[in-house]
Every structure is written in C-alpha cells, then in structure tokens.
C-alpha cells in the first residue's frame, strides 16, 4: 500500500525559509518523477516543482529561484527547500508522483505571515 508523508510545515515570516520533506512507502521510490504540490485556500491544487529519476528538475515560475527539489532514493525521500517565503505561498503542500497516481498523503500546512 502506498503512503506518503509529508512534514516541516509551520508558520514562517515574509523572507524566512522552511524545508519540507515527504516520506514514501509502498513504491518503488525511485523510478518515480516526484513532485511537490499545494492548494491554498479557495485555490485548486497546483504543481510546484519536479523532480525526475536522474536528478533533473523543473519549477513553476512563481517559485523558480526561492525553491528547491531534491530526493534521496536511498531514504525514499523527496525534499523541498523554500526560501526567500511569501505570503503568497501560504498553502498546505503536498507530494506525489507526476503525474499524480498516488494516494495523497495529509499534506503540511505552510502559512507565511506578512
């Protein structure tokens, strides 16, 4: 049964940073493209970033140089390093295959204060 975990949200300052991490069990972790989303408030749920088998990545424009990607396949792990935080992207993240063919997890919630 696949499960993904996601954690490392909380409440930051306009500026500030966080690093998220999704925890994945019941896949084959990684042959997967693993990707970061979220939905804020109202919104629906939008791709952030990216991140292929080989390392390569790809991000939206509203975070291409705040955020970063990476995985560790050994710990069947995907990371997402946010700096430089708006109040924009104040939203729950979540993680998922892309495209999206996993269960969603219960996502963490990020909320950037201005």
């Known amino acids: 049964q696949v499960r993904l975990v996601e954690s490392g949200g909380g409440l930051v300052q306009a500026g500030g940073s966080l690093r998220l991490s999704c925890a994945a069990s019941g896949i084959t972790f990684s042959i997967y493209v693993m990707a970061w989303y979220r939905q804020a408030p109202g919104k629906q749920r939008e791709l952030v970033a990216y991140i292929t088998s080989g390392g390569g990545t790809n991000y939206a424009d509203s975070v291409k140089g705040r955020f970063t990607i990476s995985r560790g396949d050994a710990k069947n792990t995907v990371y997402l390093q946010m700096n430089s935080l708006k109040a924009d992207d104040t939203a729950v993240y979540y993680c998922?295959?892309?495209?999206?063919?996993?269960?969603w997890g219960q996502g963490t919630q990020v909320t950037v204060s201005s």
């Open positions: 998922n295959s892309r495209p999206a063919v996993m269960n």
